[in-house]
Every structure is written in C-alpha cells, then in structure tokens.
T-cell receptor, first 114, second 113 residues
Framework: GDSVTQMEGPVTLSEEAFLTINCTYT??????LFWYVQYPGEGLQLLLK?????DKGSNKGFEATYRKETTSFHLEKGSVQVSDSAVYFC?????????????FGGGTRVLVKP | DSGVTQTPKHLITATGQRVTLRCSPR?????VYWYQQSLDQGLQFLIQ???????AKGNILERFSAQQFPDLHSELNLSSLELGDSALYFC????????????FGAGSRLTVL
C-alpha cells in the first residue's frame, strides 16, 4: 500500500540556518505530493504541493521538488525563522475512484532557536 | 481560521462512554474527512464522505461511526471508549471527492480516563 517515510525529529536549528527534511514515498500510480505544517495548538495547513514528476512546489521560502526517480519530496528552506517552529508532515494523495485519501508521514518537529 | 469548524475543542470522558464530535466544512466544500492523530500511530485516515455518501474508508474501528448530513456537516461517533482512543481528531474538507487539497480544522482533543 501507499506509505510515506520522513526523518524523525526533533530538528533543532538556529535562526537563519538551512533546513532540510527528508521525505520518501511508496505508491502505486502517480501520486500528488504535499507538505503540511502544524503550528502548536492548530490544525494542519497546506504548505506546498506538487502534482507530477519534476514539479517544484514553493511557499513562504520553502521548496520541495517531486523526484520520481528517487521517490522523494524533500523540504528545504534557506534561512529559517523562529516562527517556522512547527511539525511538518509529508503526504501523498492518489486519485482513486473510491475517494481522496491522503497518506501522511509521521511528522518532523522543527524547533528554531533565536 | 481555516473555515473548517470542529466542536468540542476538548473533551474528557471515561472508558466505556460514547461521544460525538462535530465538523462543519468550509463553505462550498462537499467532501469531509476524519483523521485521528495519536502519539504512537501518527495521522491515520478514518473515513471520507462526499455530499452525504461514504466515499472512502480507512482504519476506522467498528466502535466508531460517522455520517454527513444534508447541510454537509459531519459527526464522528465514538462508542465503548478505551484509553487508547485518546487522541486528536481532525476533520478536513475539500471541494470535490478527488484530487483536491484538504483544509483542516483545529481538531478535537479527546481524553479517555
């Protein structure tokens, strides 16, 4: 079945450091890939997405490229801020006749210190 | 505010009891999803409804049931509660049944004592 594996946290960084969170997936068919972010006490928010191979999703300084050959969708940000402290979830969605299920990775907690 | 409203925000109950969680989707969204987030299982998909009909089923226990009403709000019923049912329950909505981005609510935190 479909699955998503992402690096375990917590990841602790200093402000302005470079952030990478690795995500790999297993899926049948041609999934869409997503990064969601969960700030403390809140629900998940879509951060970025990519719907086909070699697409790059970007938002708020975050980027991720859909790599079909390595089945990966790593999240990167060049200079993190304290406000980026959150839990980040990689997810995939496949079009199935039955519905629109998203499969999530385990989440990676990121803590940015001033 | 995502536009997806979940009530209650927090709920504390005892083992063996039954609770109902409510979700109002974002205006214009026809599809509702329920997810369970627990420390040991992560985010697990429970069930999806589209315009009142069940569309996809995930790891939903037989003690749990859900429905979507004509006004498109949804309820998740959890019965014969066990300690292990303590979790955050998220509702999400989307416009269509397939291929769309999900908008999540803030969640309902259930604690079973």
């Amino acid at each position: 079945g479909d699955s998503v594996t992402q690096m375990e946290g917590p990841v602790t960084l200093s402000e302005e450091a470079f952030l990478t969170i690795n995500c790999t997936y297993t899926a049948t068919g041609y999934p869409s890939l997503f990064w969601y972010v969960q700030y403390p006490g809140e629900g998940l928010q879509l951060l970025l997405k990519a719907t086909k191979a070699d697409d790059k999703g970007s938002n708020k300084g975050f980027e991720a490229t859909y790599r079909k050959e390595t089945t990966s969708f790593h999240l990167e940000k060049g200079s993190v801020q304290v406000s980026d402290s959150a839990v980040y979830f990689c997810a995939l969605g496949t079009l199935k006749a039955a519905g629109n299920k998203l499969t999530f990775g385990g989440g990676t907690r990121v803590l940015v210190k001033p | 505010d995502s536009g997806v409203t979940q009530t209650p925000k927090h709920l504390i109950t005892a083992t063996g009891q039954r609770v109902t969680l409510r979700c109002s989707p974002r205006s214009g969204d026809l599809s509702v999803y329920w997810y369970q987030q627990s420390l040991d299982q992560g985010l697990q998909f429970l069930i999806q409804y589209y315009n009142g009909e069940e569309r996809a089923k995930g790891n939903i226990l037989e003690r749990f049931s859900a429905q979507q009403f004509p006004d498109l709000h949804s309820e998740l019923n959890l019965s014969s509660l066990e300690l292990g049912d303590s979790a955050l329950y998220f509702c999400a909505s989307s416009v269509a049944a397939q291929g769309n981005v999900l908008t999540f609510g803030a969640g309902s935190r259930l604690t079973v004592l």
